[in-house]
């Protein structure tokens, strides 16, 4: 088979799979849920608050093609949800990496990186194919390695975002609680706190904090929203914070001072993960040391009385 019947074979293909795309996803050609023909006759009910909703949820980044090819990534992205059925777990990694977006999202997301880096491997091979150096077997290696590794990457990358926030967060949460804490001191309310915070300051925290008074101007309770804030972000140091707030807020305990203790936690936690990063890295300077420069100070030391004896001899 030559190249020409290769990369004419390529384009009928392609060119097929856009009419079937263009035939099959039509609004006439999609078949209509049984949801979808009693939605108009009856209001849809909300479990929460319309204003935790995300105004921007129905829009795409790619514009009408993200709206075009929306439904077919949807149709995969559920297929592909069947074969990893953990939805909860990776509710609680969005969450934890602030992304506020559905599984189903996240898989289109996954699914769009996987065929990016398909492409992009399919474009190094097709410049292969041109300069004559094109192997069957290696090329769809190459493209199986591309797509799953695509895949993957998004799932690595969730991770990334989640370990960056997280830190972010432990960084932010000593000033954030003396900042709730003076406030408190001042005469103001817990959630008055919590709103003066959400209003000034900037940051993930921030962030978590005025999602919390949302839950709470929704009709939960601030335990029950503070709760919900701790298991979202998962950090050792909030799940002490909102207990040490629970408890002071039932015993009636003076909440200032809770606030300073848990942030001088953090700020001691922090010292001594500092101190123990700063023993690890002592004992990997010693490998240079040892291996690099102390072997060529023993040469230096000895090479002169060895030339010495040399000469005398």
Known sequence: MSSTMILSLALGMTMGCGLWLVLVRIPAMRPVTFSQRVAPHLRAGRGGSRMLADPLAGQTPFGPLGRIVGPLLADVARMSQRLNPSNEAMIRRLDRAGLRISVLDFRAQQLLWSA??????????GANLVAGRFNPMFAFLVLVFCSVGGYLMRDWYLGEQTSRRSKR????????AELMALAVSAG????????????TSKGALSEEF????AYVRSGS???????????????TAMTRFVDAITVATDRGTPIAAVMRAQAQDV????????????????????VP?????????????????????DMNY
Do not use: W
């Open 221 to 235: 309770t601030l335990a029950e929203a503070l709760t919900e804030m701790a298991d979202r972000i998962q950090l």
């Open 289 to 309: 040391i040892v291996f690099g420069i102390l072997p060529l100070t023993i040469v230096f030391a000895v090479f002169p009385g060895l030339a010495l004896i």
């Open 188 to 199: 103001e309310s817990t959630v008055g706190a919590i709103e003066r915070v959400a209003r």
């Open 169 to 176: 967060i432990l960084n932010q949460f000593p000033t954030i």
């Open 210 to 213: 005025g999602l919390t008074l």
């Open 267 to 286: 700020r001691d936690a922090a010292k001594r993960e500092l101190m123990e990063t700063a023993g690890k890295k002592e004992i990997g300077m010693m």
């Open 116 to 125: 990016g880096l398909t492409l992009a491997g399919a474009a190094v091979l």
